[in-house]
């Protein structure tokens, strides 16, 4: 079983659709978490960090429960540029431990 | 110019050649990672670097060995290549002081081996 495991998609949404990604972790001693955005063919880069109150950047809202080990990322009124793969990445030991990516694709 | 600068940007090597990837930053940071990133698994933690006279195994570091020969220079060997080390290669760093431990990657190293 993978420390990180997230659901790989496709997720194929209109524009201004709302979008939901989860994520679950098996090591209860992780520390802090991420979600990262990779666009095709590049490297990935920090989106957000995720803590237990849950926290928004805009359009972008991430949750966390510790209890269940599990992370979300909530975005509204989604846009063409959304378009990539969405990184669940979980910080245990000083490492960052990265799950497989949902990919996201925006229709028109 | 990159902050996180990866050299080759692609390579095709064969079976059994040393292979080398160089990372550089300006970033100034003291932590450098080495990642591969396979379809399906998703990145993978080879090596990092916590400082010059650090080195520490990841996830997959069989095949693999490194080299930190400046805070700025973290470099990647594939001592005798083999075709499914087949892979992008991704070099990363981070600020020691940065509590949020976010991970600066290179635009990475497309590696074949035939």
């Known amino acids: 079983r993978k420390e990180v495991e997230q659901d790989p998609g496709p997720f194929n949404v209109p524009e201004g659709a709302t979008v939901a990604f989860n994520c679950t972790y098996s090591n209860s001693a992780s520390q802090s978490f991420f979600w990262y955005r990779q666009d095709c063919r590049k490297e990935p880069k920090l989106l957000m960090s995720?803590?237990?109150s849950g926290n928004e950047d805009g359009r972008f809202t991430a949750q966390l429960n510790r209890a269940s080990q599990y992370i979300s990322l909530l975005i509204r009124d989604s846009k063409l540029s959304d378009s990539a793969t969405y990184l669940c990445v979980v910080n245990r030991a000083n490492k960052l431990i990265f799950g497989t990516g949902t990919l996201l694709a925006v229709q028109p | 110019d990159a902050d996180v600068t990866q050299t080759p940007r692609n390579r095709i090597t064969k079976t059994g050649k040393r292979i080398m990837l160089e990372c550089s930053q300006t970033k100034g940071h003291d932590r450098m990672y080495w990642y591969r990133q396979d379809p399906g698994l998703g990145l993978r933690l080879i090596y990092y670097?916590?400082?010059?006279?650090?080195?520490n195994k990841g996830e997959i570091s069989d095949g693999y060995s490194v080299s930190r020969q400046a805070q700025a220079k973290f470099s990647l060997s594939l001592e005798s290549a083999i075709p499914n080390q087949t892979a992008l290669y991704f070099c990363a760093t981070s600020d020691l002081t940065d509590r949020e431990g976010e991970l600066f990657f290179g635009e990475g190293s497309r590696l074949t081996v035939l």
């Open positions: 995720v803590y237990s």
């Open positions: 670097s916590f400082d010059v006279k650090d080195i």
